[in-house]
C-alpha cells in the first residue's frame, strides 16, 4: 500500500466529499435497501453463480502498429485489470489496447508499440508490479483501466485510490502521460439484481469520482467509462456484453476506445476539438465537482487547468471537464482472411 502521505491532505478531504456527493439521490433508496441485508447476501451468491470464472487468458496484443509509418514509435502501455487486458473476446485486433494503438497510429501517422500488463482480476492493489515492469520499456504513454474489482471485493474507495495514484505520480515522473478510464457502473451489469443492483451502481460512482480527484491530482487525465458507456449496454445486452454478461464484447470494447481515444491524442499533444453537444458540461469547474459530474455522463473527460494563472481557487484545484465526440462509435472489426491482424474500423 502507499503510504498515507502520498496524496495532499487537500486531495483526499476532495475523495472523501465526493464519495458523499457521488450517493445523492440513490442514497435514501440503498438505506431502505440496507436492512434486507439477507436479500443482498443472496443475490450476490446468485450473481457469482450466474457470471462464469475467468478461463482462456485474453488474446495477446502486444506488438508494433503501423510498423511500415515513419518515425520513432510511440511506446504505449496497457494497465489495470480483465477490461485492460480484453478479457471476453477471442482476436487481439479486438481488444481495447490493440483498438487504441491503432487508432493513435493513424491520426498521428506514427508507429505505435504496445505492451500489454494489465491483469485479468486485479485489485488497484496489483497495479504497482505492472507499474514496474512498465517503465523497464520507457513509455509515452499510460492507459490504466481498474476499479471493477476493487467494487466487487467491496474495496474501501480510499484505499484502492492511494494504489491508483502512486502508479500515475510514479508513471508521471518518469515523463510518462497518463489516461485513466475510471470505475465503471456496475449497476449495469445484467446478472446484478436490484437492491444490489442499486448498491452496486453507488459504489461504482464513488469510486469512479474519488479516482478521478487523485487522478488528476497527480497529474493525469481521466474518462468517465459510467454505465458502461451509455444506454447501448442496456439496451443491447446480448450485442455489447461477451458471453459471460459481465465483460464488454467486441463491439462494446470497440464503444469504449472510441471515448478513451481522443483523450490520448490530446495528452499526446495532437488532441481534436471535436466535442459532442451536451449543454452545461464542457468547462472548468472545481475538481470535486467535475468530478461528480463526470461520473454520471458517461464519456466525460476530465483534467487539471488554470484560472488566471492558478492551479486552485475557494473550491480546490481547477479542472477542465470536456465531453469530446466519440470516433467511430459502435463499429466493430470485421472477420476476414487477416483475423489477427490488427486492424480498427471506424476508429481510424
Request: aromatic share 4%.
Amino acid at each position: 500500500m502507499g503510504d498515507a502521505g502520498s496524496v495532499a491532505p487537500a486531495g483526499w478531504r476532495d475523495v472523501r466529499r465526493i464519495a458523499r456527493l457521488a450517493a445523492i439521490g440513490t442514497g435514501a433508496t440503498v438505506a431502505a435497501t440496507v436492512a434486507t441485508g439477507g436479500v443482498l447476501l443472496g443475490q450476490a451468491r446468485q450473481a457469482r453463480r450466474t457470471i462464469p470464472m475467468a478461463e482462456a487468458p485474453p488474446p495477446r496484443c502486444d506488438g508494433v502498429y503501423g510498423a511500415k509509418l515513419p518515425d520513432p514509435p510511440i511506446t504505449m502501455v496497457m494497465l489495470g485489470d480483465s477490461s485492460a487486458a480484453g478479457y471476453g473476446v477471442r482476436r487481439r485486433r479486438e481488444t481495447p489496447g490493440a483498438l487504441l494503438a491503432t487508432g493513435l497510429s493513424r491520426r498521428l501517422h506514427r508507429p505505435v508499440r504496445l505492451h500489454r500488463f494489465a491483469v485479468v482480476g486485479a485489485l488497484s492493489a496489483g497495479l504497482k508490479p505492472q507499474v514496474e515492469s512498465a517503465l523497464e520499456v520507457n513509455p509515452d504513454i499510460a492507459v490504466i483501466l481498474i476499479g471493477g474489482n476493487d467494487v466487487t471485493n467491496r474495496t474501501a474507495p480510499a484505499v484502492a485510490v492511494r494504489y491508483l495514484v502512486d502508479a500515475v505520480r510514479t508513471l508521471h515522473a518518469n515523463g510518462c502521460e497518463v489516461v485513466v478510464g475510471t470505475c465503471p457502473d456496475l449497476g449495469a451489469i445484467q446478472p446484478i439484481h436490484p437492491p444490489l443492483r442499486w448498491l452496486a451502481r453507488r459504489w461504482s460512482r464513488q469510486l469512479a469520482a474519488a479516482q478521478t480527484v487523485a487522478v488528476v491530482e497527480a497529474g493525469g487525465r481521466t474518462v468517465s467509462l459510467g454505465d458502461l458507456l451509455g444506454p447501448r449496454f442496456v439496451a443491447e445486452p446480448a450485442r455489447m456484453f461477451a458471453w459471460d454478461r459481465f465483460h464488454p464484447s467486441a463491439e462494446g470494447y470497440a464503444v469504449a476506445a472510441a471515448a478513451l481515444l481522443p483523450t490520448l491524442l490530446s495528452a499526446l499533444g495532437a488532441g481534436q476539438e471535436r466535442r459532442a453537444s451536451l449543454a452545461g458540461l464542457d468547462g472548468v469547474r472545481s475538481l470535486p465537482e467535475a468530478a461528480h459530474e463526470a461520473a454520471r455522463h458517461a464519456g466525460t473527460e476530465v483534467s487539471g487547468t488554470q484560472v488566471r494563472g492558478r492551479d486552485r481557487g475557494p473550491g480546490g484545484r481547477w479542472a477542465q471537464l470536456r465531453r469530446r465526440a466519440f470516433f467511430g462509435v459502435g463499429a466493430v472489426p470485421q472477420p476476414g482472411p487477416t483475423a489477427d491482424s490488427p486492424t480498427l474500423k471506424g476508429l481510424a
